[in-house]
């Protein structure tokens, strides 16, 4: 059994499903479970109406044409999900009554994106010979907690094995979304649809997971800042992981970790290109000769600075951060100390003005926006006592000014911050440097 993520754009318009049809049929003799996005731009649409509906504004129409002109190029009945978009117009209704939206009345909103797409493929398929189900990942047993927004999933008992094993169809299954214990539907955070395809993957014990998108995998760099970024044929779950959290854009940071469990290889495709070989993440992968595999970026960090004299010979200074970034639920990515002083980096920025204010009673606290991480990624660095010198005199040379810099305990990753203005410099400066 394998399975297959389609991303947004890979189901964006009806030619791109008509394509994905043909891609899954080719590959039936291995048993595919196919997840979706919602179509591109769908979840942006229904973002704006969590918005707005609390304020007055319940109008569907544009998204509901979205759907209706895709259905109808696909020779769909345009009735097909009138069910789900009545219910949509009630819960925005509903939100209008109370004059406010609730995390769990978000995530249930943004639901519809991919249960909509889920019953267009599915119906499609099926129209074209191919029997296939639509089906709702927490009706197939995908469970989490109640952290609307950005859930996190709870141990599966065997429940979805079961569940998959009943369906005689292709299952075309929801990415993204969930339901926690009490039935509430949960999502997995933006771009989570790679995430389900990773804990199906790792439920079903499949032999591959597949994540298909709109490049030829995973590239030496993001190709609209470098136009010479080159792919990458094969790397491994450790810098895979690495390049998703600092910033790669083809795969979502949590996607390697439930694929790293059962070892299952994961393999980057792109829908246009269906006979192009993509990227494969393997359990373990080292590249003769290679020192960097690539150069990742991410935007919107922001700077926390702590200074204090109390810090001086304490102990338990910084486990009561810590504590205080737990609280507030901001993510915490790099730490630099001194005797008397903490910067820390977050992209977590939704609570950030609690969390200084909470960090105000340990010492003097500044908020730093408008930064962005450089990271080099690969297990040669490892290897290489030259790196660090050669990335330092790159920058250098293009002008940036990294203000901190920080190297993992597993030495597969060298992070720079820098600021926004700067970034693109440094990306571009760091590639020259490493892929001449």
Same mark, same amino acid.
């Given at each position: 059994?394998?399975?297959?993520k389609f991303?947004?754009?890979?189901?964006g318009?009806?030619a791109?499903?008509q394509n994905?049809?043909e891609?899954v049929?080719?590959r039936l003799?291995r048993r595919p479970v196919?997840?979706v996005?919602a179509?591109? $731009?769908? +979840?942006?649409?229904?973002?704006?109406l969590?918005?707005r509906?609390p304020?007055?504004?319940?109008d569907?129409?544009?998204?509901?044409e979205?759907?209706?002109?895709?259905?109808?190029e696909?020779?769909?009945?345009d009735t097909l999900?009138?069910?789900?978009?009545q219910?949509?117009?009630?819960?925005a209704?509903?939100?209008? @009554?109370?004059?406010e939206?609730s995390?769990?009345?978000?995530?249930?909103m943004l639901?519809?994106?991919?249960r909509?797409?889920?019953r +267009?493929?599915a119906?499609?398929f099926t129209?074209?010979?191919?029997e296939a189900?639509?089906?709702d990942?927490?009706?197939?047993?995908?469970?989490?907690?109640?952290?609307?927004?950005r859930?996190?999933?709870l141990?599966d008992?065997g429940?979805?094995?079961?569940?998959?094993?009943?369906?005689?169809?292709?299952?075309v299954v929801t $990415?993204?979304?969930?339901a926690?214990?009490?039935g509430?539907?949960?999502?997995?955070?933006?771009?989570g649809s790679?995430?389900?395809?990773?804990?199906f993957g790792n439920a079903l014990?499949?032999?591959e997971?597949?994540?298909?998108?709109?490049?030829?995998?995973v590239m030496t760099?993001d190709p609209?800042?470098?136009?010479e970024?080159r792919?990458?044929?094969t790397?491994?779950?450790?810098?895979a992981?690495?390049?998703?959290y600092? %910033?790669g854009?083809? @795969?979502h940071?949590?996607t390697?970790?439930?694929?790293?469990e059962?070892?299952?290889?994961?393999?980057?495709l792109?829908?246009?290109?269906?006979e192009y070989?993509?990227?494969?993440?393997?359990p373990d992968?080292?590249?003769?000769?290679s020192?960097v595999?690539a150069?990742?970026h991410?935007?919107g960090?922001?700077l926390?600075?702590?200074v204090?004299?109390r810090m001086l010979q304490?102990? %338990?200074f910084?486990?009561?951060?810590?504590?205080?970034?737990?609280?507030h639920?901001v993510v915490i990515?790099?730490?630099?100390?001194?005797?008397i002083?903490i +910067?820390? +980096?977050t992209?977590s920025a939704?609570h950030?003005?609690?969390?200084a204010?909470?960090?105000g009673?340990?010492?003097?606290?500044t908020?730093?926006? %408008?930064?962005a991480?450089?990271?080099?990624v690969?297990h040669?660095?490892?290897?290489?006592?030259?790196?660090?010198?050669?990335?330092l005199?790159a920058?250098?040379e293009?002008?940036?000014?990294?203000?901190? @810099?920080?190297?993992g305990?597993i030495?597969?990753?060298?992070?720079?911050?820098?600021t926004?203005a700067e970034?693109?410099?440094?990306?571009k400066a760091?590639?020259?440097?490493?892929?001449?």
């Amino acid at each position: 059994m394998i399975v297959m993520k389609f991303g947004g754009t890979s189901v964006g318009t009806a030619a791109s499903i008509q394509n994905v049809l043909e891609i899954v049929r080719r590959r039936l003799a291995r048993r595919p479970v196919v997840v979706v996005s919602a179509h591109s $731009g769908v +979840t942006d649409m229904l973002v704006d109406l969590s918005q707005r509906a609390p304020r007055g504004n319940v109008d569907t129409a544009r998204l509901e044409e979205r759907h209706r002109a895709i259905l109808a190029e696909l020779g769909l009945p345009d009735t097909l999900h009138e069910s789900l978009l009545q219910e949509l117009r009630e819960l925005a209704r509903g939100m209008k @009554l109370v004059g406010e939206a609730s995390p769990r009345a978000i995530d249930l909103m943004l639901s519809f994106g991919e249960r909509l797409s889920a019953r +267009t493929v599915a119906a499609y398929f099926t129209l074209h010979g191919l029997e296939a189900r639509a089906i709702d990942a927490f009706d197939a047993g995908l469970r989490t907690d109640s952290t609307f927004g950005r859930a996190r999933p709870l141990p599966d008992d065997g429940r979805v094995k079961r569940f998959i094993a009943g369906v005689r169809e292709v299952p075309v299954v929801t $990415g993204y979304i969930a339901a926690d214990e009490h039935g509430n539907v949960t999502t997995l955070g933006r771009n989570g649809s790679d995430y389900s395809a990773s804990l199906f993957g790792n439920a079903l014990d499949a032999e591959e997971i597949q994540i298909w998108t709109d490049v030829d995998g995973v590239m030496t760099a993001d190709p609209k800042l470098v136009a010479e970024a080159r792919p990458i044929a094969t790397m491994s779950f450790d810098e895979a992981s690495e390049l998703a959290y600092y %910033g790669g854009k083809v @795969l979502h940071p949590a996607t390697i970790l439930p694929a790293m469990e059962k070892a299952i290889p994961v393999r980057v495709l792109n829908t246009r290109r269906p006979e192009y070989a993509g990227t494969v993440v393997l359990p373990d992968y080292e590249e003769a000769g290679s020192v960097v595999r690539a150069v990742a970026h991410k935007r919107g960090v922001h700077l926390v600075n702590i200074v204090t004299p109390r810090m001086l010979q304490t102990h %338990g200074f910084l486990a009561k951060v810590f504590d205080a970034a737990a609280r507030h639920e901001v993510v915490i990515d790099l730490v630099a100390t001194s005797e008397i002083s903490i +910067t820390m +980096t977050t992209d977590s920025a939704r609570h950030l003005d609690r969390l200084a204010a909470d960090l105000g009673q340990l010492g003097r606290v500044t908020v730093e926006p %408008g930064h962005a991480m450089v990271c080099l990624v690969g297990h040669g660095m490892a290897k290489d006592r030259m790196v660090l010198a050669r990335a330092l005199t790159a920058v250098a040379e293009a002008g940036v000014r990294p203000r901190v @810099l920080s190297q993992g305990a597993i030495r597969v990753n060298l992070a720079l911050v820098v600021t926004e203005a700067e970034m693109e410099r440094a990306v571009k400066a760091l590639h020259a440097c490493f892929f001449p």
